[in-house]
């Protein structure tokens, strides 16, 4: 017995067995690292899919929903997990879910938070007002309802008969900031990112600003003799956590357009 126990002694002081052994252990530690990490990249999660393309607005109803597998690596972004969390909710009012899309929680909400009617949500005391737009005006249609933009003013300032022999100027400012976005519509008037699958041309962008200033924006639209266009430009208004009111930026625009134009009162208005 002695001398078994001498030779397992001899064996283990031993460099060369040494060696060997502790780069057998370093490689049994590395294999079954590897194999539960591979196993739990492979391990699937079962998620809730779309059966079936879902339109802005729709309502999400349980035939509509699938179950899959899938391995975490594809679950990125806000990826909804349970079918719970979808059945009965609402396809957003600028989303479409394609069949065959996982649920992501920016495209599903609840009814009352569906905005198929927000471009009626706008404060009381506030008008409608529809800016004709394209894709060069709209820099490349990247002007989305709930974006805030700045409203700008070119015209031709003409100068007075003692001054007409010099060249008229170019007026440039700007008129009004702040200004929500409510909805952007194509020619036939429908949601041009309802469908996002479907590459639609801007022509109506529509927001709402106080009764003084929409008077001034129809005004100015209307003063063809003096060239005058009004210009939209984005802001980053909306990345703040509470964006700025609609406000006038130049009294000395405004007072141009009022100038140049007949003024109201619509309080002489007789029934």
Do not use: C
């Not at 600028?94 to 706008?122: C, H, M, T, W």
């Amino acid at each position: 017995m002695s001398n078994f126990i001498t030779g397992v002694k001899k064996f283990l002081t031993n460099k060369n067995t040494v060696t060997v052994v502790g780069v057998l252990l370093a490689v049994i530690v590395l294999y079954v690292g590897y194999n539960m990490r591979i196993k739990s990249t492979l391990q699937t999660k079962t998620v809730p899919y779309a059966k079936e393309t879902i339109t802005a607005g729709q309502q999400i109803t349980s035939d509509m929903i699938g179950t899959m597998e899938v391995v975490p690596a594809l679950l990125n972004g806000d990826v909804i997990m349970e079918a719970s969390n979808v059945v009965d909710k609402y396809a957003n009012s600028d989303s479409v879910i394609p069949a065959g899309s996982l649920f992501y929680g920016r495209s599903v909400v609840e009814k009352e938070q569906l905005k198929a009617n927000s471009i009626l949500e706008y404060p009381e005391g506030y008008v409608l007002y529809n800016f004709t737009v394209d894709t060069e005006s709209s820099y490349g249609n990247m002007m989305y309802p709930g974006n805030y933009i700045d409203i700008y003013l070119k015209a031709i300032n003409k100068l007075d008969d003692e001054n007409a022999n010099q060249p008229d100027k170019i007026m440039v400012g700007k008129l009004l900031e702040n200004v929500k976005i409510l909805a952007v519509l194509d020619s036939n008037g429908d949601p041009v990112f309802a469908n996002l699958e479907e590459k639609k041309t801007p022509a109506l962008m529509i927001f709402a600003v106080p009764e003084e200033y929409h008077i001034l924006l129809r005004k100015a639209s209307f003063l063809r003799a003096y060239e005058t266009s009004l210009i939209p430009v984005p802001t980053a208004e909306s990345l703040k956590e509470e964006p700025g009111e609609v406000k006038l930026s130049s009294n000395d625009l405004k007072d141009f357009i009022n100038r140049v134009t007949v003024w109201t009162d619509d309080t002489t208005a007789t029934e």
